[in-house]
């Protein structure tokens, strides 16, 4: 981790202070020897970043579809060569919301049809995942400038996390893990440190994960998107409380700390 010597300003006095600023590189993604997308991104799992973004954006559908993925040695272009060519369709990019802005191409992901996965879990077990994610989430603790999200068994068992400046580049990055080392994401539920907004919702149901909780807020257009969906979003999860946004009847105290899955009459009916 680079040190940077930055001034600490103190009503005592300016001190010299060195610190751990949030890495921060651009990365040049290439499929089949053609420039596709540069993108700024913190500097870890950058080939999960690429395949996920690849995936999420309908680009390519399985592993298979990879000839090669190489790391230039110096760590800036990956270069990803597929057995098929690109659809032009999917070169139309989309600028998403919040700072830094994110991309996707092609449009939003939509599924087909709604998530009925019939899981409730106990809320104070959404609490203590989000303690686990915030615990494991060791970039954060060293720069106090990134966001982590990680994919969880409904018995509370972190599968996956990762890291980065942007937080929409955090679920492309879990979509790629999933992808690479065969993490099966359906059915698991997402937690992250930043806003629910409508690009992320739409990342979470290409993962087909049906509780999305945020240590934020949810946007009112995600939270659209996620009641049409069957999705589960959850805001604020800190502390003893949480704002449940779309199908509450997941977040459900049935025991003890309880993760369940049991039929549910309404279950994207609405």
């Known amino acids: 981790m680079q040190q940077n ?5 103190t009503p005592q006095g300016v001190y010299p202070q060195d610190v751990a600023l949030p890495p921060e590189t651009i990365f040049h993604i290439q499929v089949n020897g053609e420039p596709l997308l540069n993108i700024a991104a913190s500097p870890t799992r950058p080939e999960s970043l690429a395949v996920g973004f690849l995936y999420y954006s309908g680009i390519i559908q399985h592993q298979e579809e990879i000839e090669v993925l190489h790391l230039s040695k110096e760590g800036t272009c990956i270069d990803i060569w597929l057995t098929h060519s690109l659809d032009e369709k999917t070169r139309e990019p989309l600028l998403t919301s919040g700072c830094g802005r994110g991309v996707v191409l092609g449009g939003l992901y939509r599924p087909d049809t709604p998530l009925e996965d019939e899981l409730r879990i106990h809320p104070e077990r959404l609490i203590t995942m989000m303690g686990t994610l915030q615990s494991n989430a060791h970039l954060y603790q060293q720069t106090r400038g990134v966001h982590s999200s990680a994919l969880f068994s ?17 679920l492309d990055k879990l979509l790629g893990l999933c992808l690479l ?11 992250s440190t930043g806003r629910i907004s409508s690009e992320m919702v739409s990342k979470a149901a290409r993962m087909r994960a049906p509780i999305v909780g945020s240590l934020t807020a949810i946007t009112s257009l995600a939270a659209t998107l996620a009641e049409e969906w069957g999705m589960t979003t959850v805001g604020y999860v800190r502390g003893r409380g949480m704002q449940i946004c779309t199908h509450p009847w997941r977040i459900a105290p049935t025991g003890p700390n309880a993760a369940i899955r049991t039929p549910n009459p309404l279950a994207c009916s609405r």
């Open 5 to 9: 010597t930055i001034q600490l300003w």
């Open 154 to 170: 409904p018995a509370g068992e972190l599968l996956a996390l990762a890291e980065d400046i942007g937080r929409h580049n955090t």
């Open 181 to 191: 080392e065969d993490l099966v994401s359906e059915g698991a539920i997402l937690l």
